[in-house]
C-alpha cells in the first residue's frame, strides 16, 4: 500500500510515477482525503464544545444557578444539537475512510527510480546470460511433455479425468524428480542462510490483501466457498503473514525464509496459452525465497536474492538469462524485479522460472509489519523481497529438455542423481 502522506505532500511526484505503471489517477483520491480532513476537524471542534459545554453545565449548576433554569437549559439543548450533529458525521466520515482504503489497496508499487521505463515486457533489458555452453546442440529434441509422456512419467490425459485440463499426475521416476528438485532447492537454500519453513497452504482474505493479491487479483485465486479461506497462490502470501501486524526488534533483521508450497491458480486471461506441458498449470508446486530487511540493505539483498536463484540454475546446468523488467511490466506489489529465464530448447527460446522482486514497505505497510530500533521510540515499516526458488515444473521441464538424450532417455543432473538413486531416466 502506497503511503497517503507521501501522496498528499507529493501528488504530483507519485502520479508521474505511477502513470510509468498503467491509467491511475490520484484525483478522486485527494479529493476524498480532504473531505475526510475536513470532517475529522469538524468533529473535533464539535467534540470540543460538547466537551467545553459538559464543564459549563458543571460550573453554572456549582455556582448556585437552577439546573433547570433557561441558562442551563439552553447549553444541555446546544449539547444535544451538538450529539446529533457528530452522530451524522460519524458513519459519514467512516465510509469516507473505507473509500480511501479501498482506492489505496487498488493502487500498484511505485516503481524504483532504476526500474527501465517502458510499456510492456517487450522493453524489459537482459542483464546477463549463463550457460550457453549447456546448450543443446541436437534440433530433434521432443517437448518436454512428450519425452514425458513416452516415458510414462507425465501423464495428462487421466489427470484431467480426475481433474480437468491444465493438471498434471506424475508418474514413477517423474515423481521421484520432482521431489529430488524440491529438497536440492531447499538445501541449497538452507546451506545459504534461509530457515525453512512449511506453511498453511490455505489462507485467509486478510493474508492476500497483506500481501497483495486482493482485491486485485480475487478471480485469479480458488476460494473455498464455505470459509473466509483461499487456496494459497504462491508461498510468498503465507510467509509474507507469518509477522502481520508485529513489531520485530532490529536485533531479528533480517530474516531470510525459504517455502515449499503447492500453489493454486486459475491463470484467468491465459486461455489459449502454454495449453499443453507443465508451463501453466492450475496447481504446481514451488519453492520461494522470502526475506524482511531494513530498508537501507533491501537494494544489497535484493541482488543477493538474484544471485540464490541463479545458484540452483548454475548447479543444475541450464541455461539462462537474467532479465531486468520494465515499469509497464512489473508486478503489483513490486517495485523492482528481476526474471530469470531458463531455456527450452523445443520451442528455442527462454521462459521465465523466476521472479525477485523488491517490495520495499509495499506489503510491509498493507500486512503491518514494523521493526524497532532498542532505546528508540516509534518504529518504521521492514522491506519485503520475494523470489522464486524455483518453480519446480518449469525446472522439470527444462531438465527434460536439456538433458534429452537421442535414444529417448533423459540423464539426470549430476546434482540430482543422490536423491534420484540414478543417472538416467
Given at each position: 500500500?502506497?503511503?497517503l ?87 459519514t ?18 516503481p ?17 546470460r ?7 546442440q ?11 509422456e ?15 485440463s491444465?493438471f ?25 542462510g ?11 482474505s ?39 501486524d ?75 538469462r ?28 527462454y ?11 509495499f506489503q ?40 534429452q ?21
Amino acid at each position: 500500500m502506497l503511503d497517503l502522506k507521501q501522496i498528499r505532500k507529493n501528488p504530483q511526484q507519485v502520479q508521474a510515477r505511477l502513470n510509468h505503471r498503467g491509467d491511475y489517477d490520484l484525483e478522486p483520491l485527494l479529493k476524498l482525503d480532504q473531505q475526510q480532513r475536513e470532517l475529522e476537524t469538524a468533529r473535533s471542534q464539535l467534540q470540543a464544545r460538547s466537551n467545553e459545554i459538559g464543564k459549563l453545565v458543571g460550573q453554572k449548576i456549582k455556582s448556585g444557578a437552577d439546573p433547570k433554569g433557561s441558562e442551563v437549559k439552553a447549553l444541555k439543548e446546544e449539547g444535544n444539537d451538538i450529539k446529533a450533529q457528530l452522530s451524522q458525521l460519524e458513519p459519514t466520515e467512516k465510509e469516507i475512510k473505507h473509500q480511501i482504503e479501498s482506492f489505496l489497496l487498488a493502487l500498484p508499487n511505485l516503481p524504483s527510480e532504476s526500474t527501465p521505463l517502458g510499456e510492456s515486457e517487450e522493453q524489459n533489458v537482459e542483464v546477463r546470460r549463463w550457460g550457453d555452453e549447456y546448450i543443446p546442440q541436437d534440433k530433434a529434441i521432443l517437448p518436454h511433455w512428450e519425452i514425458g509422456e513416452k516415458l510414462g512419467i507425465l501423464n495428462f490425459e487421466r489427470s484431467t479425468k480426475i481433474a480437468q485440463s491444465r493438471f498434471v499426475t506424475l508418474i514413477g521416476a517423474g515423481a521421484a524428480l520432482e521431489r529430488a528438485l524440491i529438497q536440492y532447492m531447499l538445501d541449497r537454500h538452507i546451506q545459504a542462510g534461509y530457515t525453512e519453513v512449511m506453511p498453511p497452504f490455505l489462507v485467509n482474505s486478510a493474508s492476500l490483501t497483506g500481501s497483495g493479491q486482493l482485491p486485485k487479483f480475487a478471480e485469479e485465486s480458488f476460494k473455498c466457498d464455505r470459509d473466509d479461506l483461499w487456496l494459497s497462490p504462491t508461498a510468498e502470501v503465507p510467509v509474507t503473514n507469518l509477522h502481520r501486524d508485529e513489531i520485530l526488534s532490529s536485533t531479528d533483521l533480517p530474516l531470510h525464509y525459504c517455502a515449499y508450497t503447492p500453489c493454486f491458480r486459475r491463470e484467468a486471461g491465459s486461455y489459449g496459452r502454454d495449453t499443453r506441458g507443465l508451463i501453466r498449470l492450475h496447481q504446481f508446486n514451488k519453492v520461494e525465497m522470502y526475506k524482511f530487511v531494513r530498508p537501507e540493505t533491501s537494494e544489497a539483498e535484493h541482488e543477493a536474492l538474484v544471485n540464490d536463484a541463479e545458484a540452483i540454475l548454475q548447479g543444475l546446468k541450464l541455461p539462462y538469462r537474467v532479465l531486468e523488467l520494465c515499469t509497464g511490466d512489473l508486478g503489483f506489489s513490486a517495485n523492482k524485479t528481476y526474471d530469470l529465464e531458463v531455456w527450452l530448447p523445443s520451442s528455442d527460446k527462454y521462459r521465465e522460472i523466476s521472479s525477485c522482486s523488491n517490495c520495499g514497505d509495499f506489503q510491509a505497510r498493507r500486512a503491518s509489519i514494523r521493526f524497532k530500533e532498542p532505546g528508540v521510540k516509534g518504529g518504521q515499516f521492514v522491506h519485503t523481497l520475494n523470489g522464486s526458488g524455483l518453480a519446480i515444473g518449469r525446472t522439470m521441464a527444462a531438465v527434460l529438455e536439456n538433458y534429452q538424450q537421442p535414444d529417448g532417455s533423459v540423464q539426470v543432473p549430476e546434482v540430482l542423481q543422490r536423491y534420484l538413486g540414478r543417472e538416467v531416466i
